[in-house]
Nanobody, 117 residues
């Protein structure tokens, strides 16, 4: 069974930084892709950033230049470095992993990020 566990969320002032981590267990194969989503109160869940097995990345326009996604394939671990945080970045951030054979998706429990002065 595959489990994803996020960490690194918390309260930070505008302009500050946080680094989110998503550690996986129970998988013997490199995930096809790993992603970060977020959901703010009253809004739908949105894709923030993604990274493929080969290292290709994509970002939402709202976070380009501020967030960086990376992964360690051997550990099936994904990170999200968040810099220059804004209040509108406040949301629950979820880790997602797509199985190597693209037949399954796995989700973490989410971690709260609050940007406020």
């Amino acid at each position: 069974q595959v489990q994803l566990v996020e960490s690194g969320g918390g309260l930070v002032q505008p302009g500050g930084s946080l680094r989110l981590s998503c550690a996986s267990s129970g998988s013997s194969f490199i995930f096809y892709a790993m992603r970060w989503y977020r959901q703010a109160p009253g809004k739908q869940r949105e894709l923030v950033a993604s990274i493929t097995r080969g290292g290709s990345t994509n970002y939402a326009d709202s976070v380009k230049g501020r967030f960086t996604i990376s992964r360690e394939n051997a550990k099936n671990t994904v990170y999200l470095q968040m810099n220059s945080l804004k209040p509108e970045d406040t949301a629950v951030y979820y880790c997602n992993a797509e199985a190597f054979n693209r037949q399954s998706n796995f989700w973490g429990q989410g971690t709260q990020v609050t940007v406020s002065s």
